[in-house]
């Protein structure tokens, strides 16, 4: 499916990584992938693809600093002289803005909408420079943010703000051939997922909610639907938000307990 493709993809930190998970089936399905750790992380992605049968270069990228993009850039342009996909698999937020949204410093909500928004624009600058005439895929990952979750906090409206932005880079990006689109997975057993306090609220909810099983500590449904959307398959689909989560979003909230007029007249 993604044969000849040569994919940038980011977000690789741990084996439960859903980008890791990328890595292996995009591999599988024909691509040719690099990698951009972050910094930090790279020793540790270095070491969760070694388990692979031929393990893709990991170059390093903050992917908030400009510096960084250019350098992956001219990387990018040296050594293969185009980009045919990108996987934009980066969140983070401070403490402070996954526990509450009134009492976080205006820093911190800066530092997650750069981190976890503004990115999504930085890789879409990336593929309008470096897409062949025959287009490009960009693909980022959404929590589903239509509602207000009972945790989440801050990363709700930066995934909003993620949505909104992928409709506007669908439309910016539309005419050299690239397109965008969203990935909505349910909630996966991450590194990301355990820097949020009471995840496990969130788990609970699909297993009442999903309509089809959920497993959480398995992101390979969400990795398949990445490669599809990376691929000719997906040619004429930009704008668009898939959501990967066992039906949780179609189903209406089971509500625990009932409204209160219902249980005054009950
Ligand atoms: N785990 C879930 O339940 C879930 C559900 C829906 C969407 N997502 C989204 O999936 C994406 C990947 O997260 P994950 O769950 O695989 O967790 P993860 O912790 O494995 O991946 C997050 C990645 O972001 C990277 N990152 C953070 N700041 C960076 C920066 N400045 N520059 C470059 N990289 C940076 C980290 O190094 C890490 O590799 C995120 O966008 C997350 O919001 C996760």
């Known amino acids: 499916?993604?044969?000849?493709?040569?994919l940038l993809v980011s977000g690789v930190a741990t084996s439960d990584s859903i980008a890791a998970v990328v890595v292996e089936r995009a591999l599988r399905a024909g691509a040719e992938v690099l990698v951009a750790a972050y910094p930090r992380d790279v020793p540790a992605a270095q070491e969760v693809l070694s388990a692979l049968a031929a393990p893709p270069a990991v170059v390093a990228l903050d992917a908030t600093s400009e510096g960084d993009l250019s350098a992956l850039e001219e990387d990018l342009r040296r050594r293969w002289g185009r980009l045919d996909g990108a996987l934009h698999a980066i969140a983070f937020a401070?403490?402070?803005?996954?526990?509450?949204?009134?009492?976080?410093?205006?820093?911190?909500?800066?530092?997650?909408?750069?981190?976890?928004?503004?990115?999504?624009?930085?890789?879409?600058?990336?593929?309008?420079?470096?897409?062949?005439?025959?287009g490009a895929s960009l693909v980022g990952l959404d929590f589903d943010s239509a509602r207000a979750w009972p945790v989440y906090n801050w990363m709700g409206p930066c995934k909003a703000a993620l949505r909104s932005l992928n409709g506007y880079l669908a439309r910016d990006l539309g005419a050299?051939?690239?397109?965008?689109?969203?990935?909505?997975?349910?909630?996966?057993?991450?590194?990301?997922?355990?820097?949020?306090?009471?995840?496990e609220v969130l788990v609970d909810r699909w297993n009442r909610q999903a309509p089809l099983a959920w497993d959480p500590t398995d992101a390979s449904s969400v990795a398949d639907a990445i490669c599809f959307l990376l691929s000719d398959l997906a040619r004429a689909i930009t704008g668009e938000v898939l959501h990967?989560?066992?039906?949780?979003?179609?189903?209406?909230?089971?509500?625990?307990?009932?409204?209160?007029?219902?249980?005054?007249?009950?």
């Open 1 to 6: 499916m993604l044969s000849g493709k040569r």
């Open 94 to 134: 401070p403490r402070a803005a996954l526990a509450s949204v009134m009492d976080t410093p205006a820093g911190d909500v800066e530092m997650a909408m750069r981190t976890s928004v503004w990115t999504y624009a930085a890789f879409g600058r990336l593929l309008r420079r470096l897409a062949p005439p025959s």
């Open 176 to 199: 050299t051939g690239v397109r965008a689109n969203l990935v909505a997975a349910g909630p996966l057993r991450t590194r990301a997922a355990s820097g949020i306090p009471d995840f």
């Open 244 to 266: 990967v989560d066992g039906g949780a979003h179609a189903m209406a909230t089971c509500l625990e307990v009932p409204p209160v007029e219902m249980q005054a007249t009950s």
